[in-house]
């Protein structure tokens, strides 16, 4: 029901509402504008809210909800590649050349990592391509002593 000398309701007076009951305040710059003041009881002001229109979700002001940063830390990008590097140590030609890539890559983003403050992740990408490359590079020498050694007893 409307009283004869209120004015009713706006979006902007409800969010004015809704944002003193969460602790918000209006920011200065708006707050001394006339346009902006609450409506005294008998008054015809009112607060009109942000000029502008929607501010989105992390918009407004502090006690609004809103999405929120980011859920954890990313992955540092040299632990990516030191992952995929190793990988790519399984493919033929660039085999060994891929997991040293991968080794020392991932001893790079561990330390990058550990030195981050928490701000960075990728610890497991980055060991996971460690490990990987180091098996490769094992497999790989294992393999050229074998062929060295098959190829030197065909000559005898």
């Given at each position: 029901?409307?009283?004869?000398?209120?004015?009713?309701?706006t979006a902007?007076?409800?969010?004015?509402a809704?944002?003193?009951?969460?602790?918000?305040?209006i920011?200065?710059?708006?707050?001394?504008?006339?346009?902006?003041k609450?409506?005294?009881p008998?008054s015809?002001?009112?607060?009109?809210?942000?000029q502008?229109g929607y501010?989105g979700?992390q918009g407004g002001?502090?006690g609004?909800?809103?999405y929120?940063p980011?859920?954890g830390p990313?992955n540092?990008?040299?632990?990516?590649?030191?992952l995929?590097?190793?990988?790519?140590?399984?493919l033929?030609?660039?085999?060994?050349?891929?997991?040293?890539?991968?080794?020392v890559?991932?001893?790079i983003?561990?330390?990058?990592?550990r030195y981050?403050?928490?701000m960075?992740?990728?610890?497991?990408?980055a060991i996971a391509?460690?490990v990987?490359?180091?098996?490769?590079?094992?497999?790989?020498?294992f393999?050229i002593?074998v062929?060295?050694g098959v190829?030197?007893?065909?000559?005898s």
């Amino acid at each position: 029901m409307i009283r004869p000398l209120e004015r009713p309701a706006t979006a902007s007076s409800r969010r004015l509402a809704r944002d003193t009951r969460r602790g918000a305040t209006i920011p200065a710059s708006q707050a001394d504008s006339p346009s902006n003041k609450a409506a005294s009881p008998g008054s015809q002001g009112g607060y009109t809210g942000p000029q502008g229109g929607y501010l989105g979700p992390q918009g407004g002001y502090p006690g609004q909800y809103g999405y929120g940063p980011a859920a954890g830390p990313s992955n540092n990008p040299l632990a990516v590649g030191a992952l995929i590097a190793s990988l790519c140590g399984l493919l033929p030609f660039i085999g060994l050349f891929g997991a040293i890539a991968g080794v020392v890559m991932g001893v790079i983003a561990r330390r990058q990592i550990r030195y981050s403050n928490g701000m960075q992740g990728g610890d497991g990408l980055a060991i996971a391509g460690i490990v990987i490359g180091a098996v490769l590079i094992i497999f790989a020498i294992f393999v050229i002593l074998v062929i060295v050694g098959v190829v030197s007893h065909t000559n005898s």
